[in-house]
């Protein structure tokens, strides 16, 4: 089992959906980010959590520590947010300050006119 | 503008040959790594570097090798001992190590995609 699960792997959805990526982890981490990776394969940095909720846009991410989850959410999808999403963990194991990150599979999202 | 460039965006070579891939960072930070993206799994590291003259692997290193002679260059080569070379590398830095405390996040750099005939 990878230490870094999303569900679901592709995700169809018409413009204005209400959207929700999940992430699990079995693994203690310091911190979770959320990328997203544009068709062209560059990656930019959604967010960046250790607790609770953040909001940017229309999007919103949330992670509860205790129960190893984080999700991602786009409020009124539109076409231009097709991308991949990317789940990844920061480390925080003992015996080194690196904090190493371990990224799940990512989620394929195509949102149609 | 500021930012990471991996050149070229496609390489292809024939099986057998050694290919260096290029990175190259204008952000003025310490810290660069290289990962490897193959289909349905999750970006893994290879090697990162946290400052210069300085380079660890990560998790895998075998078939790759690489070098930091400058802050700004991180490049990295997939020698012929690699067997399956075919995939997406993304070059990444950071302003220092990430650690497991700190809110310091990567950047990424556009990759370039490796394909071996």
């Known amino acids: 089992k990878n230490e870094v699960e999303q569900s679901p792997q592709n995700l169809t959805a018409q413009e204005g959906e209400f959207i929700t990526i999940n992430c699990s982890y079995s693994?203690?981490?310091?911190?979770l980010h959320w990328l997203q990776q544009h068709p062209g394969g560059g990656i930019v940095s959604l967010f960046m959590?250790?607790?609770g909720k953040k909001k940017h846009g229309r999007l919103i991410a949330t992670i509860n520590i205790q129960e190893k989850h984080s999700s991602l959410h786009i409020t009124a999808s539109h076409p231009r947010d097709s991308a991949v999403y990317i789940c990844?963990?920061?480390?925080?194991?003992?015996?080194?300050?690196?904090?190493?990150?371990?990224f799940g599979q990512g989620t394929i999202l195509t949102v149609h006119p | 503008d500021g930012g990471i460039t991996q050149s070229p965006k496609y390489l292809f070579r024939k099986e057998g040959q050694n290919v260096t891939l290029s990175c190259e960072q204008n952000?003025?930070?310490?810290?660069m790594y290289w990962y490897r993206q193959d289909p349905g799994q999750g970006l893994r590291l290879i090697y990162y570097?946290?400052?210069?003259?300085?380079?660890q692997k990560g998790d895998i290193a075998e078939g790759y090798s690489v070098s930091r002679e400058k802050k700004e260059s991180f490049p990295l080569t997939v020698t012929s001992a690699q067997k399956n070379p075919t995939a997406f590398y993304l070059c990444?830095?950071?302003?220092?190590?990430?650690?497991?405390?700190?809110?310091?996040?990567?950047?990424f750099g556009p990759g370039t995609r490796l394909t071996v005939l």
């Open positions: 990444a830095s950071s302003i220092g190590l990430l650690r497991t405390s700190g809110n310091n996040e990567q950047f």
């Open positions: 959590l250790s607790s």
């Open positions: 693994v203690g981490i310091s911190a």
């Open positions: 570097s946290q400052i210069v003259n300085d380079f």
């Open positions: 952000l003025n930070h310490d810290a």
């Open positions: 990844a963990v920061r480390g925080n194991a003992g015996g080194t300050s690196y904090g190493k990150l371990t």
